[in-house]
């Protein structure tokens, strides 16, 4: 009877061992595949039976978490697959917007040097041989009332010829190429503002030269800003600031005029039109535009673009 007892015994106490151990072992999996997944393997599972005992539902819920984590990261790494494929795909468009700007400054500079070359060799060589031709007549007529009709003839012949070379001087200013932006800006100012009251300064502190097609932009734009001037402002005075900023060019015009209500939100600004068409030819050759206005204060415009070859800064640039 003993015996028995003894065996049931060890037995009983076997089995309690047995158990204990096996709690044990699905305790160290667990804590294992715990230390795993803090290590950032988001594939280890508690390898623990889904009872209904308590381990069999914290290996569950350790699974499940396990699982969702990593259907999580799967989704953020597609996220930033996705983010860096658009990126590129921006860049790509950049470029191609970039290349596509170049190739259209190009061409219409091309076709105004064209232009302007028709004009000086034919027009112009044209309406001087009529002058000449006309001073010769002169010569050979005496009689007054004839004369003073070719005298009113040659006037007119005299105010063509001008008002061509005034056209040659917009469509493509040969000092532009020769001699750089600040000394273009400075005659154009002379040729506007000959019989202007309007006064006006121009500081380079451009210690570089902008490249060919940037110049060609930079003078566009200032040329618009101080058409602007010269129509509306009513100033007495206008300065352009040329100075490098950010690895790229900028240009302030700043006048003392009548200024006026400056609202991106509220749209076109009657009469300014060519703010819209400054802001985005800025825009395109990859820089920033930006104007301020205060009535009877006066105006001032801002632009700033990359080299050549350059890319757009952040925002925080222009601000």
Do not use: C
Request: charge should be negative; charged fraction near 25%; proline fraction near 4%.
């Amino acid at each position: 009877m003993f015996q028995l007892a003894l065996v049931t015994l060890l037995v009983t106490a076997a089995a309690a061992l047995g158990a204990e151990l096996f709690v044990f072992r699905q305790v160290k999996s667990l804590v294992q595949a715990t230390r795993r997944l803090a290590a950032g393997d988001l594939t280890a599972r508690s390898g623990l039976p889904y009872g209904r005992d308590e381990l069999g539902q914290l290996g569950r819920s350790f699974d499940d978490m396990a699982t969702a984590l990593q259907e999580r990261q799967a989704q953020a790494e597609r996220a930033e697959e996705d983010l860096h494929r658009s990126v590129e795909e921006l860049q790509e468009a950049d470029e191609e917007r970039r290349r596509l700007l170049a190739y259209l400054t190009r061409a219409q500079e091309q076709e105004r040097s064209r232009i302007a070359s028709d004009i000086h060799d034919d027009s112009i060589q044209a309406i001087t041989a009529l002058g000449i031709r006309l001073e010769m007549m002169k010569r050979a007529l005496s009689d007054p009332g004839q004369l003073r009709v070719l005298d009113e003839l040659e006037g007119s012949v005299v105010h063509s010829v001008a008002r061509l070379r005034h056209l040659l001087f917009h469509l493509r200013p040969p000092v532009l190429d020769r001699e750089g932006l600040a000394p273009a800006i400075r005659m154009y100012l002379d040729e506007v503002l000959r019989d202007s009251p309007i006064t006006y300064g121009v500081e380079n502190r451009f210690e570089s030269t902008p490249g060919p097609e940037t110049r060609t932009i930079l003078y566009r734009i200032t040329q618009e800003a101080l058409n602007n001037v010269r129509k509306h402002a009513r100033a007495h005075h206008v300065d352009v600031l040329l100075e490098e900023s950010h690895g790229g060019f900028l240009v302030r015009i700043e006048d003392d005029g009548q200024g006026f209500r400056l609202d991106s939100a509220s749209g076109p600004v009657p009469g300014h039109l060519g703010l819209t068409a400054m802001r985005e030819r800025a825009e395109l050759a990859g820089g920033w535009w930006r104007g301020s206005s205060v009535l009877g204060q006066g105006t001032r415009i801002e632009y700033w673009l990359p080299p050549e070859g350059g890319r757009a800064l952040v925002q925080d640039v222009a601000g």
